[in-house]
């Protein structure tokens, strides 16, 4: 081995994380590890959190290979067993119109989730944009958009959601939207408050000190540090997403039938009789609280894990 | 005192003229003109002529430029007309009294639960903490926090009609005419709704009170030889209310205007059904008017949790 081959071997050595030129087909690789890491250190600090983002991760398989893994579709009628109870060939029982509840609530999980997820996702990202934005623009733009949310929060969300979703009519796109609107001025009050104390600190000062724009003071300075609350409330944010959905959809207003909801299923059972079947209340009801469950458990780990001096903050 | 009220006052204006001026403008901003729904080509009962389109519009109003709307609108609420519904007679000045008297009940009794359950559960968790009833209560609390209201409603119902062949009753009782029926009606959401309420006071009550017993003015309290009982109760307890009377107070405004999935659950005709029902029909006056309720509960709502964090806690001074 000669001797600039030694030294490169050191060096490469020594520096472990700085891939060679062909690093990109690494990448996935790298990241993979990282983000075991990250779990494995996140399930020792709590084993609740483990536990719930075992079954959150169980939750999206099921989602995604919905169509797989259920025994039946979600519209296949079988008229031979209407409304009957759990048995062999239909572990949930099925309902008014033969359709088999587990492979419902199955395929019924894509939607809900993805419902949440977008949902959360668009209503998070304005509304951590507005708080960075006012926050550290301050002044009278901050004045006039803090007005502004206090209209929005004294705005009941549910009659925005509602009047959206008759005025848009009913579809997975209007439930998104309306969802999202609703949890943007929450959103922008919790960050802008962070934001207000990153403002004052060294590192934004000097960073304006050696002449960044607002913009890019704002892009990366200022929002890196808002990371961490913005993740503990988009956790708990879901959890909230999947009652609205739920909720919306049990009053007939969110996901339009015959696609299955886990919101639609109950709201079906009281379009269709007063004297519900016992297992239709029962699955589709568990189905959403235990995923509501595991988030807020998911939540509070990562809480408890991310900054334990947000507790006060993020609780009110 | 005085004069932070009137700050507080002044201050709500802004934001209620705010909110009104929003649902005023989001109403006619998204598709679906009141009478185009229901009278229009395809989707309508009737079929109007476009001169009954026209006549029908210039009787509810809508054929005057929008300012013109929106001030004869803020104009009869100023006077206390809160106008009438487009589609049924009733005046929306009914619909709110006799429906709102249904909702608020429900509301109050709800809260009310949620503290009768949930702050004996929050205080002897904090007590006796890290013990068997403290690890079975908090699993309580996470789980019925979780658990979402309407279906409780739902499961509540199953359970009565299967085990006990009871049915809440379809008829409409107000305390005053009838207590025992109307009881029988409200009871049922107010349960369903106030269990999850309390889960979240007993959850918020142990955090505060675990902080506050360990304040040295708890240890002054029991270096005197003061009971634990009088400790808690009278030193401890007090001060860790002030987050639980927010949360309440927020869940009130919220449930003051009906949480409408509880309501459908179990058939209750409260305010949230009748705004379901007057967002389907395009009902604007109905939901103007009840949107305007809201924004005004939610303010004094507000203003009533700061004002009783002086009374809780009276270190706290108004500035």
Same mark, same amino acid.
């Not at chain 1, 000669?2 to 690789?29: K, Y």
């Not at chain 1, 960073?207 to 704002?218: C, E, K, N, Y």
């Not at chain 2, 803020?74 to 008297?101: N, T, Y």
């Given at each position: ?17 700085r891939?060679?030129?062909h ?6 690789l ?10 494995a250190?996140f399930?020792?600090?709590?084993l ?14 099921v ?11 979600p ?11 759990p048995?062999?060939?239909h572990?949930a029982g099925t309902d ?9 609530v199955?395929i019924?999980?894509?939607t809900?989730l993805f ?15 507005w708080g960075v ?7 009278? %733009? ?8 206090d209209?929005?929060? *004294?705005?009941?969300?549910v /009659?925005l @959601? #509602?009047? &959206?979703l ?9 439930i998104?939207?309306?969802i999202a609107v ?8 919790v ?9 004052e600190?060294?590192f ?6 050696i002449?960044a724009?607002?913009?890019?003071v704002m892009a ?9 609350p ?5 956790a708990?944010g879901?959890?909230?997403?999947i009652f609205?959905?739920?909720a ?9 039938p ?5 919101g ?6 009281l379009?269709?009789s %007063?004297n ?9 009801g568990? *189905?959403?609280?235990?995923? /509501?469950? @595991? #988030?807020? &458990?998911?939540?509070?780990a ?5 900054d334990?001096k947000?507790?006060g903050r993020?609780?009110q | 005192?005085r004069?932070?009220?009137l ?10 003229v705010?909110v009104?001026?929003?649902i ?16 229009g080509?395809?989707t ?5 002529t ?6 029908s519009r210039?009787s509810?109003g ?5 300012y013109?709307q929106?001030?004869a ?10 106008g ?5 007679p ?5 619909i ?13 009794m ?8 949930g702050?004996p ?5 904090a ?15 996470t ?17 009565t009609v ?8 379809i008829?409409?009782?107000?305390l ?7 009881l ?5 959401p107010a ?11 007993a959850r ?5 009170l ?8 708890v240890?002054?309290?029991r ?11 009278r ?9 639980v009377?927010?949360?309440s ?11 409408v999935?509880?309501?459908r659950?179990?058939?209750v005709?409260?305010?949230?059904t ?6 389907t029909?395009?009902?604007w ?6 949107v ?5 509960i939610?303010v ?6 700061d004002?009783a964090?002086?009374?809780?806690d009276p270190r706290?001074?108004?500035?």
């Amino acid at each position: 081995m000669s001797v600039t081959e030694e030294s490169r071997t050191v060096v490469a050595r020594r520096m472990p994380e700085r891939a060679p030129s062909h690093g990109l087909v690494e990448l996935p690789l790298v990241a993979s590890r990282a983000l075991i890491g990250v779990l494995a250190r996140f399930s020792r600090s709590s084993l609740l959190g483990a536990g719930s983002i075992a079954f959150l991760i169980i939750l999206v398989f099921v989602a995604i290979f919905a169509d797989q893994i259920a025994p039946y579709g979600p519209l296949v009628a079988d008229y031979t067993a209407l409304i009957h109870p759990p048995s062999l060939a239909h572990l949930a029982g099925t309902d008014n119109l033969g359709r088999d509840a587990l492979s419902r609530v199955i395929i019924g999980a894509r939607t809900t989730l993805f419902v949440a997820f977008t949902s959360i996702a668009i209503g998070e990202a304005v509304g951590s944009a507005w708080g960075v934005i006012s926050g550290y623009a301050g002044g009278r %733009f901050d004045l006039l958009s803090q007005r502004f949310l206090d209209v929005l929060m *004294a705005f009941p969300g549910v /009659i925005l @959601a #509602l009047l &959206l979703l008759v005025a848009l009519s009913a579809g997975v796109d209007t439930i998104i939207i309306a969802i999202a609107v609703t949890r943007v001025p929450g959103t922008a009050r919790v960050i802008r408050s962070v934001v207000l104390s990153v403002r004052e600190m060294d590192f934004v000062t000097s960073a304006r000190a050696i002449g960044a724009s607002p913009a890019r003071v704002m892009a990366f300075h200022v929002a890196p540090q808002v990371v961490a609350p913005l993740l503990v409330i988009f956790a708990s944010g879901l959890g909230g997403a999947i009652f609205a959905e739920a909720a919306l959809s049990f009053l007939g207003l969110g996901i339009p039938p015959p696609a299955p909801s886990w919101g639609n299923m109950l709201g079906g059972i009281l379009v269709t009789s %007063f004297n519900p079947p016992w297992w239709l209340v029962v699955v589709p009801g568990l *189905a959403i609280t235990f995923t /509501i469950l @595991a #988030l807020n &458990l998911f939540g509070d780990a990562l809480r408890d894990y991310l900054d334990p001096k947000l507790r006060g903050r993020l609780q009110q | 005192m005085r004069r932070y009220l009137l700050k507080r006052l002044l201050l709500a204006i802004p934001t209620i003229v705010g909110v009104t001026v929003l649902i005023f403008i989001v109403m006619r901003v998204l598709p679906g003109d009141p009478l185009a729904i229901i009278f229009g080509e395809n989707t309508g009962i009737y079929v109007l002529t476009e001169e009954q389109l026209q006549a029908s519009r210039r009787s509810l109003g809508l054929d005057k430029p929008l300012y013109a709307q929106y001030f004869a609108w803020m104009g009869d609420v100023l006077r206390g007309d809160f106008g009438r519904s487009f589609w049924r007679p009733d005046p929306v000045r009914e619909i709110i009294v006799r429906r709102g008297a249904i909702s608020a009940q429900i509301a109050l009794m709800a809260v009310a639960i949620s503290w009768v359950v949930g702050l004996p559960i929050g205080i002897l968790s904090a007590v006796r903490r890290n013990s068997t009833l403290d690890y079975v209560s908090r699993f309580l609390v996470t789980l019925f926090m979780a658990v979402p209201s309407f279906w409780l409603g739902l499961t509540f119902i199953l359970i009565t009609v299967i085990f006990f062949t009871w049915k809440p009753p379809i008829t409409v009782n107000y305390l005053w005419t009838d207590p025992l029926k109307n009881l029988q009606m409200t009871i049922g959401p107010a349960i369903a709704m106030g269990i999850g309420l309390g889960a979240f006071i007993a959850r918020m009550n142990r955090t505060t009170l675990l902080e506050v017993i360990r304040e040295d003015y708890v240890r002054t309290a029991r270096a005197k030889g003061l009971t634990e009982r009088v400790v808690i109760l009278r030193h401890a307890l007090k001060n860790s209310l002030l987050p639980v009377v927010t949360v309440s107070g927020l869940q009130l405004a919220g449930l003051l205007g009906g949480s409408v999935a509880v309501e459908r659950a179990f058939g209750v005709p409260g305010l949230g059904t009748a705004l379901v029902q007057a967002i389907t029909e395009r009902d604007w006056m109905v939901i103007q008017n009840l949107v305007l309720l809201y924004a005004v509960i939610f303010v004094f709502v507000n203003l009533a949790i700061d004002l009783a964090y002086g009374w809780i806690d009276p270190r706290v001074r108004y500035g």
